[in-house]
């Protein structure tokens, strides 16, 4: 049970009034050590733990991908129900340390303002929080207030955090549901008003498909791979990377949606079956033609350094901070996105930015290979420079099929999300398959600073930097 001092209260009076809270902190766990879930993703590949792949069964009972669209996918080597690295069936899902079956509790008096705080202290799971039966309006993001939105449920990546006030008004029990993003398992509790109640507990959603988007391919759909010669994508190994051309005949009428940034580009990985034989110095199965959209195009990213922890380059990135999290576009009701967060206080600094750059999300799924701009943290790169006090735009493009929740230690950032000076401010941002997030970022505290992905195996397989805030006089 988590004590009280785990809660920072405001200096004055709270603006946001509740009768009661409780924290709730969404946890996974499993009996297998990490060093060996490690050491089976990094030699068996990303999918290890995936049960959930798609079946002949599967298939005539209506429940996977249409047999066209399934036989696209396969020839191009790629797996769209590998959506999580580390699954149920490994993991335990847990809240404040109890499992679905321990049924913990949290107590309310019919009527009043509950507030909920959950966090996110998972190593590799992406919840979906809902409670069935209420509204939950989200008051406050990484601890900082925000103006009150009402939803029916949200998403909370690694090191995230959403404070949400409830009001049941019925006596009875409620539960509060943490399912998995691959819905391969989920943490559950009570909100009741006595201890010993439950409510009925939903089943597993639906597992989610990858698609175009979340390939980094923007609004196309599965359509348009009709010409694709999938007999043209084999490895071009005197080239020294692997080539694949031809899909000239792709049709793509149904490409990016007007708006899109088509010169952003970056690697888009976790696409299984695609990594390549050993002695290919790329690492990947470079898909080029696709009537125009070459995805190892290295040119839309001049600063990844190529090699085999990049997979492929994405064509076309898009910002997704409009969007509901992988899996959540159907659901039927409102799901909390990132633009709907608005700060209630004006922003403390409305500065328009000293300059900007570019990050790129790289990776290797099927090497388990993770990065940004394609090096690793123990490449022993330089730091990322900042000047104290300096403002910089920055825009991480997700160039693979794998949402990354991106954190910079000792600093908050404001979203790029058309919000201007109430924009939200956030530690942490989730970038979402094939998305690209901006923000802006005032480098107020001297100091090396940690920058990486809070999907544990991700960071410690490379996908971490560290970020270095100079004072301004040291800048020459």
């Avoid at 888009?268 to 390549?276: E, F, L, T, V």
């Avoid at 790329?282 to 070459?294: I, K």
Wanted: negative net charge; hydrophobic residues 40%.
């Amino acid at each position: 049970m988590l004590r009280r001092s785990h809660v920072i209260d405001p200096e004055g009076e709270d603006p946001i009034r509740s009768d009661r809270e409780h924290v709730v902190v969404l946890s996974d766990h499993s009996q297998m050590h990490p060093h060996a879930i490690f050491r089976k993703l990094k030699q068996v590949g990303g999918g290890y733990f995936n049960y959930q792949r798609q079946t002949l069964t599967g298939l005539l009972a209506g429940k996977d991908q249409p047999l066209k669209e399934r036989l696209d996918w396969g020839k191009m080597r790629m797996d769209p129900t590998d959506v999580s690295d580390v699954t149920g069936s490994t993991y335990t899902y847990l809240v404040n340390g109890h499992g679905p079956q321990d049924n913990w509790t949290a107590l309310f008096r019919p009527g009043e303002r509950v507030r909920l705080r959950f966090v996110n202290a998972s190593a590799m799971t992406t919840f979906n929080v809902r409670i069935p039966g209420l509204k939950l309006t989200v008051v406050q993001a990484d601890g900082l207030n925000v103006r009150p939105v009402e939803v029916d449920e949200f998403q909370i990546a690694v090191a995230e955090t959403y404070d949400v006030i409830v009001t049941p008004t019925d006596d009875r029990a409620y539960t509060l549901v943490g399912e998995s993003v691959d819905r391969s398992g989920m943490a559950r509790a009570t909100l009741a008003p006595r201890e010993g109640m439950a409510a009925e507990v939903p089943a597993l959603r639906k597992r989610p498909l990858a698609n175009m988007k979340d390939m980094g391919m923007g609004d196309m759909d599965m359509g348009g791979m009709s010409g694709m010669d999938h007999a043209a994508m084999g490895h071009d190994m005197a080239a020294g990377g692997a080539a694949a051309g031809g899909m000239a005949g792709m049709d793509m009428g149904s490409g990016a949606s007007p708006g899109t940034d088509k010169t952003a580009g970056g690697a888009m990985a976790n696409m299984p079956g695609m990594a390549a034989p050993a002695g290919d110095a790329m690492g990947g199965m470079a898909m080029g033609g696709m009537g125009g959209m070459n995805m190892r195009d290295a040119s839309k990213a001049p600063q990844v350094k190529m090699g085999p922890g990049v997979q492929t380059i994405s064509p076309v990135p898009m910002d997704r901070t409009g969007e509901p999290g992988q899996g959540l576009e159907d659901v039927g009701h409102r799901v909390l996105v990132y633009r709907d967060l608005m700060a209630v206080e004006r922003n403390p600094d409305v500065r328009a930015p000293d300059r900007a750059m570019e990050i790129h999300l790289t990776g290797n799924m099927e090497r388990y290979m993770w990065s940004f701009d394609g090096v690793k943290l123990s490449d022993k790169r330089e730091p990322i420079p900042f000047i104290e006090n300096e403002r910089v735009r920055v825009t991480l493009v997700n160039d693979t099929m794998m949402s990354h929740p991106i954190h910079l230690h000792g600093h908050f950032f404001e979203l790029v999300t058309g919000h201007g000076e109430y924009s939200p401010r956030k530690h942490t941002v989730n970038v979402a398959p094939g998305g690209k997030v901006s923000f802006d970022v005032t480098a107020d505290a001297v100091g090396d600073w940690a920058f990486h992905c809070h999907m544990l195996y991700h960071m410690h397989a490379g996908m971490m930097r560290v970020v270095s805030v100079r004072p301004r006089g040291e800048a020459a």
